[in-house]
């Protein structure tokens, strides 16, 4: 996977990566809303450990293709087990046109929100 900057141009790449998918990590939450259609006010921040900050919609995650197959949590990169990475933990979409720009090493917690009234 190819990781590019914020206006595209080539950055790094990265190999052999292994993770899990965040909707599989996230599944479980339970969300104080019993209305289906309010999910989609409900949103995930991703917090690195140098307070850098990524913001997820509940839909990107459950309800399109970026979480179903190409959003991880890496555990392993370029045979490197999580515990060796220099980044630790990393947050990756490989499906962004910039990867840069969602790109997050070291992820220190994800917030759960939700858009106020």
């Known amino acids: ?3 590019t900057n914020h206006i595209g141009e080539p950055h790094g790449t990265s190999k052999q990566i292994k993770g899990i998918l965040v909707k599989e990590l996230l599944k479980d939450i ?3 809303e019993d209305n289906p259609k ?3 006010e409900f949103y995930f921040t991703f917090i690195a450990s140098d307070n850098y900050k990524v913001v997820y919609s ?3 995650i459950f309800n399109s293709s970026t979480g179903d197959h190409l959003f ?3 555990a392993s990169i370029e045979g490197e087990s999580l515990k060796d990475m220099r ?3 990393l947050v990756v979409t490989p499906t962004d046109y910039k990867t ?3 790109y997050i090493k070291a992820l220190s917690k994800i917030v759960v929100d939700r858009v106020d009234h």
């Open 1 to 3: 996977m190819i990781i």
């Open 30 to 32: 339970e969300l104080k």
């Open 38 to 40: 309010l999910l989609s």
């Open 58 to 60: 509940w839909n990107e």
């Open 72 to 74: 991880y949590i890496v």
């Open 87 to 89: 980044s630790r933990i």
């Open 100 to 102: 840069g720009r969602r």
